[in-house]
C-alpha cells in the first residue's frame, strides 16, 4: 500500500503540474451545463415539472455534467506518455507489486475527480442549485463522482497498455458519449420511449446518474442511491483486475 | 544507510543456482508474433557473467540486444531456454530478480514533471526504503553523479547527459549487485560519455556487476573486462578484448593487432578494406 501511495503522490503531482490538462475537465462540463439548461429549461419549468421537485432543470443537469468531468481520463494518457518515454518500464523493472501500478493512478484520479466534483457542485450552488440531501448528500455526491473517475480511467488505461498509443486511448474516451446519451439524460427513465427506455436500463451509467439526481433533489433515498454506488465497486474492481492482468502480462 | 542494507538482505530467496555467476543464460530464445509470421529476434543464447565483472554486449543495431536485456531485466518473457541473474530464475521468481538488479534502459526512463531529487527519493521509496534513508541515499547518488545543482530542476530541463547521468543513479538506488546498462551513452556528446564511462568503472570498484550493450567498439574496449558480439539473434564471439583481437589475428595471419572494430566486423559478417589506413568501404 505504501508503495500505491507513493505513486500516488507523484501521480498527482503530475496533474498539478500539467493544469492545461486539467482545466478543461472544469469548463467543458460548466459549458455543457450552460447550454443544456439554456436550451431546454423553458420546457421544464419549476413549477410544473414534478420530476424536479421545485427545482430548476439545472440542478435535474448538473449529474451529467459531473459524469462529464469525471470521464476526461487524463491519467490514462499520463500513462501513454510513462510508456513512450520509458518510465513505465522502469516501474516494471523495480519490485513493485503491480496492484501499486494501478492503484497509485486510481488514488490520483479519485482524488483528481473529488476536487473537480466539488468545484462543480459549489459553483452550481452559487447559481442557485440546492443539495435536498444535505452536507451528507454532498459528500456522497463527491465520492460517487470521484469513484466513477477512476473507474473510468481503468478503462481508458486497458486501452493505454493494450494500443500504447495515445491517439488511440484519447479515442477510446469518446466512447463515454454514447454512454451518456444512453441515459435518462434529458427527462426522467419513465419519460423515455421504450427502445430508449431499455438502451437506458442495460446502461450501467443510468444508475449512476440516478443517484447522482437524487442526492440533488431529493433527501436520502437509499433504494435510488445504493444501486450507483454498487455500479462503481462492481465496475471499479473489474477494471483493477483488468489492469493488474494486462500489466502483468505486459510484454 | 541501515534500512537500504535491510532492504537488501530481507529480499526473498530465489531457486538454488549452482555456481557464483551474476548473469547465465542457456538457449535463450524470444519469438514474436506479427501481422506477418513468427519473428525470432532471439535465438538461443548462452552467456555467462561472472560477479563482479564488466561484461560488453554488442551486435549492430536488431541484433536481438535489446530484447536479451529486456529479458534478463524481467520486462519480457522468455519464450524458450532459462535464465538467472544474481542466482535467480528469471522466469519462476522475476520480483526476487527485480530486488537485485538495476536497470538503465536504452531510453533514459525518466518523468519529466519530476525533479531529480523527487524521481531518486521515490525509486528509492519503490524500493522498500524508508523516507529518511531515501532522503540520505539520493543526496549521495546526485553526488556521485555531479547533479548535486540540478536536484531541484524539473527532468524536462536536464540536458541528454544529466539525464542518462540521473537513470544511472535511479538504478542504483538500492545497490544493485548486477547493473543492467542499454546503450547508455547513445547520443551524448564525447564529454559526456566519458564521464558515464568513469561513473561506470567507479560502480564497478564497488563490487557491482556490470552488463553493458552498447554499439561503440571503443566504449566496449575501454570499460569491458570480457565481451560478447551477438548477431541475428545468436552469440557469434565471445571473450575479453584482448582475446577476441589475437583470435582474429591468428586466423588472418595479421601483421599487427586488429582493433575491436575489425573483430567486430568480422563476427558479424561485415568486411571493409583500407587505403592508406583510411576506411574506404563497408560491406555486408
Same mark, same amino acid.
Do not use: C
Given at each position: 500500500m505504501t508503495q500505491a501511495w507513493v505513486l500516488g503522490q507523484r501521480a498527482l503531482r503530475e496533474g498539478w503540474r500539467t493544469p492545461e490538462a486539467l482545466l478543461p475537465t472544469l469548463f467543458i462540463p460548466l459549458f455543457f451545463l450552460v447550454v443544456n439548461v439554456g436550451q431546454a429549461a423553458k420546457i421544464f419549468p419549476a413549477a410544473s415539472t414534478e420530476f424536479l421537485y421545485g427545482q430548476g432543470y439545472g440542478a435535474f443537469q448538473l449529474p451529467s455534467s459531473l459524469l462529464l468531468a469525471a470521464s476526461f481520463g487524463t491519467a490514462a494518457l499520463f500513462l501513454v506518455e510513462d510508456i513512450e518515454g520509458g518510465y513505465f518500464d522502469k516501474l516494471r523493472a523495480s519490485p513493485v507489486p503491480r496492484s501499486a501500478i494501478v492503484l497509485g493512478r486510481l488514488i490520483a484520479e479519485v482524488a483528481k475527480g473529488a476536487l473537480i466534483a466539488a468545484a462543480i457542485v459549489l459553483l452550481g450552488v452559487i447559481f442557485g442549485i440546492s443539495i435536498a440531501s444535505g452536507p451528507v448528500g454532498f459528500v456522497l455526491l463527491v465520492i460517487l463522482t470521484a469513484l466513477w473517475a477512476a473507474v473510468f480511467v481503468g478503462f481508458m488505461q486497458l486501452i493505454a497498455l493494450k494500443t500504447r498509443s495515445a491517439a488511440a486511448t484519447n479515442s477510446a474516451g469518446l466512447v463515454f458519449f454514447p454512454l451518456l446519451f444512453l441515459t435518462p439524460n434529458f427527462v426522467p427513465r419513465d419519460l423515455l420511449t421504450r427502445p430508449m427506455e431499455?438502451?437506458?436500463?442495460?446502461?450501467?451509467?443510468?444508475?449512476?446518474?440516478?443517484? /447522482? %439526481?437524487? *442526492?440533488? /433533489? %431529493?433527501? *436520502?433515498?437509499?433504494?435510488?442511491?445504493l444501486p450507483g454506488f454498487a455500479v462503481v465497486f462492481v465496475l471499479g474492481a473489474l477494471m483493477l483486475y483488468l489492469n493488474v492482468r494486462m500489466i502483468r502480462n505486459y510484454d | 544507510?541501515?534500512?537500504?542494507?535491510?532492504?537488501?538482505?530481507?529480499?526473498?530467496?530465489?531457486?538454488?543456482?549452482?555456481?557464483?555467476?551474476?548473469?547465465?543464460?542457456?538457449?535463450?530464445?524470444?519469438?514474436?508474433?506479427?501481422?506477418?509470421?513468427?519473428?525470432?529476434?532471439?535465438?538461443g543464447v548462452d552467456l555467462?557473467?561472472?560477479?563482479?565483472?564488466?561484461?560488453?554486449?554488442?551486435?549492430?543495431?536488431?541484433?536481438?540486444?535489446?530484447?536479451?536485456?529486456?529479458?534478463l531485466t524481467t520486462l519480457l518473457s522468455i519464450t524458450a531456454g532459462s535464465a538467472f541473474v544474481a542466482g535467480i530464475d528469471v522466469a519462476r521468481d522475476p520480483d526476487a530478480v527485480r530486488h537485485r538488479i538495476g536497470v538503465a534502459l536504452q531510453e533514459a526512463g525518466l518523468?519529466?514533471?519530476?525533479?531529480?531529487?523527487?524521481?531518486?527519493?521515490?525509486?528509492a521509496r519503490l524500493f522498500g526504503i524508508a523516507p529518511d534513508a531515501a532522503a540520505a541515499r539520493t543526496e549521495e547518488l546526485l553526488a556521485l553523479v555531479e547533479l548535486e545543482d540540478a536536484a531541484d530542476r524539473r527532468i524536462k530541463d536536464y540536458s541528454g547527459g544529466m539525464k542518462r547521468r540521473l537513470d544511472l543513479a535511479s538504478a542504483l538506488v538500492h545497490r544493485p549487485e548486477v547493473l543492467f546498462l542499454d546503450e547508455p551513452t547513445t547520443g551524448l556528446d564525447p564529454a559526456s560519455r566519458l564521464t558515464v564511462w568513469d561513473e561506470v568503472r567507479r560502480i564497478n570498484e564497488r563490487g557491482t556487476t556490470v552488463f553493458l550493450t552498447t554499439q561503440y567498439l571503443e566504449e566496449a574496449d575501454a570499460l569491458c573486462d570480457r565481451l560478447a558480439i551477438i548477431d541475428g539473434g545468436l552469440i557469434v564471439r565471445e571473450g575479453t578484448p584482448a582475446q577476441l583481437k589475437a583470435d582474429l589475428r591468428e586466423r588472418h595471419g595479421l601483421d599487427s593487432d586488429p582493433s575491436l572494430d575489425d573483430v567486430f566486423l568480422d563476427a558479424t559478417g561485415r568486411t571493409r578494406s583500407r587505403v592508406a589506413g583510411d576506411v574506404q568501404e563497408v560491406t555486408s
Open positions: 431499455i438502451a437506458a436500463t442495460l446502461n450501467p451509467v443510468t444508475y449512476l446518474m440516478e443517484a /447522482l %439526481r437524487s *442526492l440533488i /433533489l %431529493r433527501d *436520502l433515498v437509499w433504494a435510488d442511491i | 544507510m541501515d534500512d537500504v542494507a535491510g532492504v537488501i538482505d530481507q529480499q526473498p530467496p530465489g531457486p538454488e543456482w549452482p555456481g557464483n555467476a551474476a548473469v547465465r543464460a542457456e538457449g535463450l530464445v524470444k519469438h514474436y508474433e506479427s501481422r506477418t509470421g513468427t519473428i525470432e529476434a532471439v535465438r555467462t557473467v561472472e560477479a563482479g565483472e564488466v561484461f560488453g554486449f554488442l551486435g549492430p543495431n536488431g541484433a536481438g540486444k535489446s530484447t536479451t536485456v529486456r529479458m518523468d519529466p514533471r519530476q525533479s531529480g531529487r523527487e524521481l531518486l527519493i521515490l525509486q
